[in-house]
Each structure stands twice: as structure tokens, then as C-alpha cells.
């Protein structure tokens, strides 16, 4: 086949002249003629991407700049002769990478899914055969044939149709199934998808039989280019990783710095031996270094991934869980996310009266009610002949659950499958209904006559008629076709005014973007001219006339109760909801604004068709206002999803059909639908909802968020042990050594490695504060140690350490019987009893003072009391942990030679203990003067306002 008849509009040529377009015949391709095209054309096949080899993703955990600076402190805590710190070091840096690999394994495997998806088989006509074939054997110009449940392998052009039906889900996203024809379309606006005479691959035949011929196999399908889109993409860092990265850049130049600092006033001012200076420096550069960051942000991820899996969202990847927390924009899709696919009638109109329906979903409860009371159709003729006109021109079935609280599941179209709920809450029972009215014939819908028409025998007459037909379809058609017309339980002659009164109540409930279906009736009278005799003559024609309009029911896929909270939270949040759907813009509007995703009079409507012609500077404008995107093709939300991503902002996706998968992949956070989303996009996504509801992904933003504020919660409560291990060793050299060493190096290291590890990763799983949720999202840019931070933790808590370290410190010499004036114990030598009890003393105050300082570091500005001061039990853990190992290394002869440590006496204790609360309540009180004047400026400018 040639290029010029590949590329020809074959929807706008009629199906004989597909045909030749695309150089077959009705009867197939020859098999000869197959292989040549295979040979040119490759196999109907999704390619795969070469991946990168688990050893190659495994040993990435490992040398990422965070685990080589790990690496370096491990070995320079041999090489200052502490080996145990450097295994306990490495042993750190090679559990946090073992788990961070086992989490993300089982990522990537969006194209697997895919292919997933192709069937095996496909039926086709060759040599005027009927064959069997595999579906990678098929090429352009095979005649495949087309059943009920098959799925289809390529794309295709119908040529014969016979009521056929594709649910297209995967690619749209949108449930309803779509009617296919074999006429041409001329109209130029229709994207792809709504192209009525075109079939896809990746997609299946939902009622109906045809014939198509193939005309794109393989990566030139629809399918195909979403493969390719998803493949191509690259994985970008997380914001999480980004500041980690330069997190670590800074505190090794400043370890580093700190190192250089103190080996030259070792040498300028106590002129100690190069080795001794050099290992003294050594560890003190180990000092700096918080080797407990990696386990801390892996826990604290991990304990959120637990947290959100409670609340119906599971990660897939750690570091999207502190994505989400930055997320400022959630381009999120309607059906099913939003709303909750499930059609539901919530009105019905007929002349004489306007009925609310009560209940949503598929369930049969609630009921139909008239000016605030309930009505039956029982006692009502024209609502009665409205429900069972429904009902009865009906394929669908409804399927009770299995389970008590079950989900009612539908068969068949789901617009027509509220109708027979809508009966049933009117009091009728649709098997009882099909049981006195038999249906006899039935004339399909075709999208040219917008209509379906079915003829039952009737037990009891109606209008002296024991046939009647019932036609549902679009009202203008209706009421063209109708010259009668139920009112007030009579029937009427239909007449302009009546016209006017039924076109007016359509037009209202479209503007509300809600779907709208008319119901009539035939009676078909043996006394009837105009009725065939023959049922064979039953057509369009000679039935669909002089009908008698009755009514119409109104329906919508209801939004989710909870999500209008989920909304306006979002909002609170700082955080843009932007709907990008393949429904239409009015329905999409409507469900925007009930929702409050939209909330000025003319919000910015973009279709599928639009927004190809327009360039990227022109859609970014429209993206900074508020605008609803509707009919989006696959390319077409990526689009959109990339320039969000150029205008700086972190962007969220939601999305459970194929087509959303490269928009996932693309998105700086992926949520797939865990119920209704298909197997390729929750592989591509970094998160699956299970419930599919967007109210969970606004919790999953709260725990993100937490997520960094504990980080930072870990940072500076890391960061403020480094005052007080600094200070006593820089009292040291700037006294000329005049004052003994306070804390000697491997009293340091067990600040870091032993006493401050278990509470500080006690802060990771903190749970989110109160406020969260008010404040806007944070600028990725924004770093980890911020100057406030750093003013915090140093000049804050951390210089409160130190004065209580150095307390603690002269505390024990004085106690010994030192004197201002006098030189201190212990100069020169640590063996001086009264020198390694007053060091010992010193390293406690800082353990206890950190006692307070982990509770203080639990919130921001609120009390620590209002979380319930022992409320976090790990926490509380590492707390005991502590004051355990410092009794541990105190009293016993083989840790206290290790650690330069020496029993303590009970009013040592007393003094120690009285730190905590002293620490704990000096930042209570600055909180409380923090918020006192936060809460005067908000009520200042709101009198303000007023």
C-alpha cells in the first residue's frame, strides 16, 4: 500500500471506496498479499524500550550525592581510628538503600501494561475466508469481523455496521458506550475519537456485530503513539530529591569548613600534635554530618505511605508522597474522579408537572416527588406511561450486589440503565413491566435518527390499541415527530405553545449541562391505515410518526458528596483545580461550577479542537485564569501538563484510561483510579486511589506536606546538637586548652549516631498539624536549610544547648571544689576522675536538654500540649532509648573507658532532669508570644477590612 493511500481521510470516503483506498476487497486480503505488507510494514507489535538493568537501578541507591557523602564519613571514621562508627555508618547508608530499592522495583512498567491490553486473536476475512489469526499478524486492509465482547487489535474503518457499540473508555476515559457507523463523516471539527466510523485499538465491541478494514497497525495507532509518548518520557527529579541534593551540597562544604576551622585553632592557640589535631578534626567533621537524614526522610515517607494507604491512596514511589505536598495545580478528569459514574435520573418532566428524583447511583433508592410529596405511578398516568416508556425502550440490565453494601453494576448503556431506576423509584418493577408488555420488535438507535424504538403487545389497551411502539431519543427529534401530546392525563393535540413549553424546560436543564431524554408512544391500532400489517414492515419510517409525546428524563452523573469539600480545600490550600475531560463543555461546566472548581460568570471553555490551534504562549495565558478543558485528546492533556510545568508550577494528574498515561508519566505526580482505571495507567502513575475519589487526593496532599515539615522538623532538631558539641570544643581551643576539652570526640559521635537517631526519626512520623492545609504550597525552590532554619536551630535551640552543655560542664567542676582563677581538673590528662565525671555530666546535658528540644521541634507555632506531649510513641521511644544508653555507657567499666564516661551520682540526675521541662518550657513560652501576636495582626486587619 502505498504512502498517498495510507494517509488518505478514509472517515470522509463511503465504505465502498474504503475499499479501494486502502487496495483490498470485501473479500479480504490474499495470504500472499499479507506477508508482503507484513514484510514492509512490520508486525501489528507495541515496541518496548530498552530498560535499565535492575543491578544498574539497585546500585543507583548507593551513589546518589547523599550516600556517597555517608560513604566518605564512614571512611573517615576509620581512618581517626573509630571503626565502629564507620560500620555503623555504612550499615546506615546500606539499609536506607536496600529499602528504597525494594519500594520503587515495581515501577515503570507502564509500556508491560500496554501490551497487556492487545488480544491474542482477531477474526478476520482472508482469501474470502473466514479466518483466525494472530492479532500481531494483522496489516492494513485486513476485514476484521466484529462481535460483542471482542476486543479490537488495530485501527480500523467501519464498513459494515449492525447497532454496533465500542466502549472506548481507555482511550477517552468517558464510560458511555459509543455508536459506530459505516457512512462517511464530513465534519471537520470531530477529534478522533468522535470520529463515529472509526474504530481503535486497545478498545472493544460493547453490543452489536460489524465489519472494519484495517488501516494503522502497531506504534502508528492511536495506542501505539501513547506507547511511544509514555516510553520517551523522562523521569524527572522530585522536588524532594532536588533539595536533598542541595542540602548535602551545603553541609558537606560546611563540615568541611567546620573541620578546617577547628584543626587551625587547634594549631594557632593549643598547638596540639598534627596527627592528634588532624584526628580531632576528622571527627568533628563526622560530627557535622546527619547521618540520620536518609533513614529520616525514608521513614518519614514510609510512615506517610501507611498513613495514605488507611486513607484509600497507595504510593508507589517514597519520593512522590513529598511531591504531592508541593503540588500547587491538580489537572484532574471528570468521570469517575469527580463525579460518580453512575447516571442518575434526578428529574422528569412531563406538561403537566415537574418531578424531582431522590437517590444517585444505581441503587433503587429514593423516589419520585411532586411539590414536596412522594408520587407513585400507580396514581399518576402520565408519569406512569413516562418511566415504563423508558424502561421498556431499554437494553440495559441492572445487577444487584452480591454482598450486602455491594455496588449495583450495570450491563449495558448506563444511560439506559437509569431508566429503569427511575421506574422503580415511581413504584414499577421493570421485570413485571416486560412481563405484561412483551416487546416484539425493536428498530435500533442510529446516531442519523438520534432515536430507539421498541413495539410491545400490550395486556391491557391503550388508546384501543393492544401494540404500541415507545421511542426514546433527542427531544427536537421527538417533538418533530410527535402530533400529540400527554397532558394532565389526557391527550392533546400537539400545538405551537406546547412546542415552545417542551423546547423551553430541554434548553434549561442543557444549560445545567444535564442529559436529556424524550419518551413517546405510538398506539398501533389494527383500525390504523398508516400501521403495517406485515411486523417485517416494521421500519423507521412506517413506525416513528404521528407519535404522542409524553415526557422527558432528565439525568447527570452526579458529583461526589465529598468532593466540593475536597475543593474548596484545595482552595484554602493555595493549591488550582483544573478539570481537563472528554465529556463536553457544557456537561463539564456544569459539574465545574456545583463543584466550585469554577466560580466566575464566564469561565474559559477549551475543546480538543481549540486547543490545536492555539500556540503554547497563548494556552498558557488561558491556563492563568480559570478555564475547563473538554473533548482533550491524549497529546492534548500532555500539552497541557507541560506548559503548567514550564509556568514553574507542580503539577498533579488524575486519570484511568490509556490515553491518560503519558500525562501521568509527565505530571510531577501521577494518580491513577484504583477501580476503574485500567492496569496501564496505574503503572504509569505514582499513586492509585482505590476509592477513586478526589477528596483522597487531597488528603494525600495534607500527608505530603507533612511529609517535608517533618523533614525539616528532623533538620532542625539535628542541626541544634551541633551548637552545644561545637561551643565546649571551640571554648577549648580559643582558651588555649586552658579549659579541658568539655566532650571529647567519641562523646560527640554518640550525640549523633546514638542518643539523637531514634527521636529524630520519631520526628518523621509525626502527623500533620492542624493548619497544614491553610497555608500555600511551598516554592520548590524554596531550600531544606532556609536562613530561618538555620537562625533557629543554631542561635535558638541550639545556643540554649550549649549554655546548659557548659552549665552542666562548670557545674561538675565547681561541685569538685574548682574556683574561678584556679586552673580547671583534668588539663593535660584524661584519667583525672573529677575531669571525665564533669565531661560525662556535659554530654548528658545535652542528651536531656535534646529531651526538650525533640518535643519543642514537634510543632511549629502551636503548644506541643495540644498534640498531647507523649502522643508520638516513637518519640517517646527514643527518648527512654537515651536516657537507657546514657545510664549504659555511665556504669559500666567496659563502655566507659570507650566513651570517657563515669558513674553519676543521684543529685547529677535531679539536675538533669530538671533540663527538660526548662528547655521544653522556654520555647512553650515563645510559641505563645508567637501566636499572641499573630492573632492581634489578623484581627487588626480584618477590622481593617470591615
Known amino acids: 500500500m502505498s504512502e498517498a493511500t495510507a494517509s488518505v481521510a478514509v472517515q470522509r470516503l463511503t465504505a465502498d471506496r474504503v475499499f479501494s483506498a486502502l487496495e483490498t476487497s470485501p473479500a479480504g486480503l490474499t495470504q500472499s498479499e499479507a506477508e508482503a505488507r507484513q514484510a514492509r510494514q512490520g508486525k501489528n507489535l507495541i515496541q518496548t524500550e530498552k530498560r535499565r538493568s535492575p543491578?544498574?537501578?539497585?546500585?543507583?541507591?548507593?551513589?546518589?550525592?547523599?550516600?556517597?557523602?555517608?560513604?566518605?564519613?564512614?571512611?573517615?571514621?576509620?581512618?581517626?581510628?573509630?571503626p565502629e562508627l564507620g560500620v555503623a555508618v555504612w550499615l546506615v547508608n546500606v539499609i536506607n538503600g536496600c529499602f528504597s530499592f525494594w519500594q520503587e522495583y515495581r515501577a515503570g512498567k507502564a509500556t508491560d501494561a500496554l501490551k497487556k491490553m492487545l488480544p491474542s486473536y482477531a477474526s478476520v476475512i482472508r482469501d474470502g475466508q473466514e479466518q483466525k489469526i494472530l492479532a500481531?499478524?494483522?496489516?492494513?486492509?485486513?476485514?476484521?469481523?466484529?462481535?460483542?465482547?471482542?476486543?479490537?487489535?488495530?485501527?480500523?474503518?467501519?464498513v459494515r455496521a449492525n447497532d454496533l457499540q465500542v466502549n472506548q473508555s481507555t482511550l477517552t476515559g468517558e464510560s458511555n458506550p459509543v455508536r459506530k457507523t459505516a457512512d462517511a463523516v464530513l465534519e471537520e471539527d470531530l477529534t478522533q475519537a468522535e470520529t463515529p466510523n472509526l474504530l481503535f485499538a486497545g478498545t472493544s465491541v460493547s453490543e452489536g456485530t460489524?465489519?472494519?478494514?484495517?488501516?494503522?497497525?502497531?506504534?502508528?495507532?492511536?495506542?501505539?503513539k501513547i506507547a511511544h509518548l509514555t516510553q520517551n518520557m523522562e523521569e524527572a527529579e522530585s522536588p524532594l530529591q532536588q533539595q536533598l541534593n542541595r542540602t548535602t551540597r551545603q553541609i558537606t562544604v560546611f563540615?568541611?569548613?567546620m573541620g578546617v576551622g577547628f584543626f587551625l585553632l587547634d594549631q594557632l592557640f593549643v598547638g596540639s600534635e598534627f596527627a592528634a589535631a588532624f584526628i580531632f578534626s576528622l571527627g568533628m567533621v563526622v560530627a557535622f554530618i546527619p547521618e540520620g537524614l536518609l533513614p529520616t526522610v525514608t521513614l518519614s515517607l514510609a510512615m506517610a505511605v501507611q498513613r495514605m494507604s488507611k486513607r484509600n491512596a497507595l504510593v508507589k514511589k517514597l519520593n512522590s508522597v513529598e511531591t504531592l505536598g508541593s503540588t500547587s495545580v491538580i489537572c484532574t478528569d471528570k468521570t469517575g474522579t469527580l463525579t460518580q459514574?453512575?447516571?442518575?435520573?434526578?428529574?422528569?418532566?412531563?406538561?403537566g408537572s415537574e418531578y424531582e428524583v431522590t437517590g444517585v447511583g444505581y441503587a433503587p433508592e429514593g423516589e419520585v416527588r411532586a411539590a414536596g410529596h412522594r408520587i407513585q405511578a400507580i396514581y399518576d398516568d402520565d408519569l406512569r406511561l413516562l418511566v415504563?416508556?423508558?424502561?421498556?425502550?431499554s437494553n440495559a440490565r441492572l445487577i444487584a450486589p452480591e454482598e450486602e453494601g455491594g455496588r449495583y453494576t450495570v450491563l449495558g448503556d448506563p444511560t439506559e440503565a437509569c431508566l429503569l431506576v427511575s421506574a422503580q423509584k415511581a413504584g414499577l418493577d421493570p421485570a413485571e413491566l416486560e412481563a405484561s408488555c412483551p416487546r416484539v420488535r425493536e428498530l435500533p438507535f442510529e446516531s442519523r435518527r438520534k432515536r430507539m424504538t421498541t413495539i410491545h403487545q400490550l395486556s391491557e389497551p391503550l388508546e384501543g390499541a393492544r401494540r404500541v411502539a415507545f421511542v426514546k431519543g433527542a427531544p427536537s427529534e421527538i417533538v418533530r415527530l410527535s402530533t400529540r401530546c400527554r397532558a394532565y392525563e389526557k391527550t392533546v393535540e400537539m400545538t405551537d405553545e406546547l412546542h415552545e413549553r417542551i423546547r423551553a424546560a430541554n434548553d434549561a436543564y442543557a444549560a445545567d449541562g444535564l442529559r436529556v431524554l424524550a419518551v413517546a408512544y405510538r398506539p398501533l391500532r389494527t383500525d390504523d391505515e398508516s400501521v403495517p400489517r406485515a411486523m417485517s414492515a416494521y421500519t423507521p419510517e412506517n413506525i416513528e410518526r404521528d407519535l404522542v409525546f409524553v415526557g422527558l428524563e432528565v439525568m447527570q452523573d452526579p458529583p461526589r458528596p465529598e468532593v466540593a469539600a475536597a475543593v474548596e480545600q484545595c482552595r484554602r490550600a493555595g493549591i488550582r483545580v483544573i478539570m481537563i475531560t472528554g465529556d463536553y463543555g457544557l456537561t463539564a461546566v456544569s459539574i465545574a461550577r456545583r463543584i466550585g472548581i469554577v466560580r466566575g460568570e464566564h469561565p474559559r471553555v477549551v475543546s480538543g479542537v481549540e486547543l490545536e490551534r492555539m500556540s503554547d504562549a497563548e494556552l498558557r495565558e488561558i491556563l492563568g485564569g480559570e478555564v475547563v478543558f473538554s473533548r482533550m485528546a491524549p497529546e492534548q492533556k500532555l500539552r497541557v501538563v507541560e506548559n503548567l510545568q514550564q509556568m514553574g508550577e507542580i503539577v498533579a494528574v488524575t486519570g484511568d484510561g490509556v490515553n491518560d498515561s503519558p500525562a501521568l508519566k509527565k505530571a510531577d505526580i501521577g494518580v491513577a483510579m484504583g477501580v476503574t482505571g485500567t492496569?496501564?495507567?496505574?503503572?504509569?502513575?505514582?499513586?492509585?486511589?482505590?476509592?477513586?475519589?478526589?477528596?483522597?487526593?487531597?488528603?494525600a496532599i495534607e500527608e505530603g506536606r507533612a511529609v517535608y515539615a517533618n523533614i525539616r522538623k528532623f533538620m532542625l532538631y539535628i542541626l541544634n546538637s551541633n551548637m552545644p558539641e561545637a561551643v565546649p570544643s571551640a571554648v577549648y581551643l580559643l582558651s588555649g586548652g586552658a579549659v579541658p576539652l568539655p566532650l571529647t570526640t567519641m562523646q560527640i559521635l554518640t550525640i549523633d549516631l546514638g542518643t539523637d537517631m531514634l527521636p529524630a526519626l520519631g520526628l518523621g512520623c509525626e502527623a500533620p498539624e492542624a493548619d497544614v492545609m491553610d497555608r500555600p504550597p511551598r516554592d520548590p525552590k524554596e531550600p531544606l536549610l532556609t536562613a530561618k532554619l538555620m537562625r533557629k536551630a543554631f542561635l535558638g535551640y541550639g545556643l540554649m544547648g550549649a549554655v546548659v552543655s557548659m552549665a552542666a560542664y562548670v557545674f561538675a567542676q565547681v561541685e569538685a571544689g574548682w574556683l574561678p582563677g584556679l586552673p580547671m581538673f583534668g588539663v593535660g590528662t584524661d584519667a583525672d576522675p573529677v575531669y571525665v565525671r564533669a565531661t560525662t555530666m556535659c554530654l548528658a546535658a545535652i542528651v536531656f536538654a535534646q529531651i526538650g528540644q525533640v518535643l519543642n521541634c514537634r510543632t511549629e507555632t502551636a503548644s506541643v500540649f495540644s498534640r498531647g506531649l507523649l502522643s508520638n510513641r516513637h518519640i517517646n521511644v527514643g527518648i527512654v532509648f537515651e536516657v537507657c544508653l546514657i545510664v549504659f555507657i555511665t556504669l559500666f567499666p567496659p563502655f566507659q573507658q570507650v566513651f570517657h564516661?563515669?558513674?553519676?551520682?543521684?543529685?547529677?540526675?535531679?539536675f538533669l532532669c530538671c533540663l527538660p521541662p526548662l528547655v521544653l518550657a522556654v520555647e512553650e513560652g515563645r510559641k505563645a508570644v508567637f501566636r499572641l501576636v499573630r492573632r492581634r495582626r489578623a484581627n487588626r486587619a480584618g477590622a481593617e477590612e470591615r
Not at 550516600?67 to 581510628?81: D, K, N, T
Not at 460489524?210 to 501505539?224: L, P, Q, S
Not at 459514574?341 to 406538561?351: C, I, P, Y
Not at 564516661?901 to 535531679?910: A, I
Open 341 to 351: 459514574n453512575e447516571m442518575t435520573v434526578n428529574h422528569l418532566w412531563t406538561v
Open 679 to 699: 492496569d496501564v495507567a496505574k503503572e504509569a502513575a505514582d499513586m492509585v486511589l482505590t476509592d477513586d475519589n478526589f477528596a483522597s487526593i487531597v488528603h
Open 255 to 257: 563540615a568541611a569548613c
Open 55 to 82: 543491578v544498574l537501578a539497585f546500585l543507583s541507591n548507593f551513589t546518589h550525592l547523599m550516600a556517597c557523602l555517608l560513604w566518605a564519613a564512614g571512611a573517615i571514621a576509620f581512618v581517626a581510628g573509630l
Open 901 to 910: 564516661t563515669s558513674p553519676l551520682g543521684l543529685f547529677d540526675y535531679v
Open 388 to 393: 415504563s416508556g423508558g424502561a421498556l425502550c
Open 136 to 158: 500481531e499478524d494483522l496489516v492494513p486492509g485486513d476485514v476484521m469481523l466484529l462481535a460483542e465482547g471482542d476486543k479490537i487489535s488495530a485501527d480500523a474503518r467501519v
Open 210 to 224: 460489524g465489519r472494519a478494514v484495517v488501516t494503522r497497525i502497531g506504534m502508528d495507532t492511536e495506542f501505539g
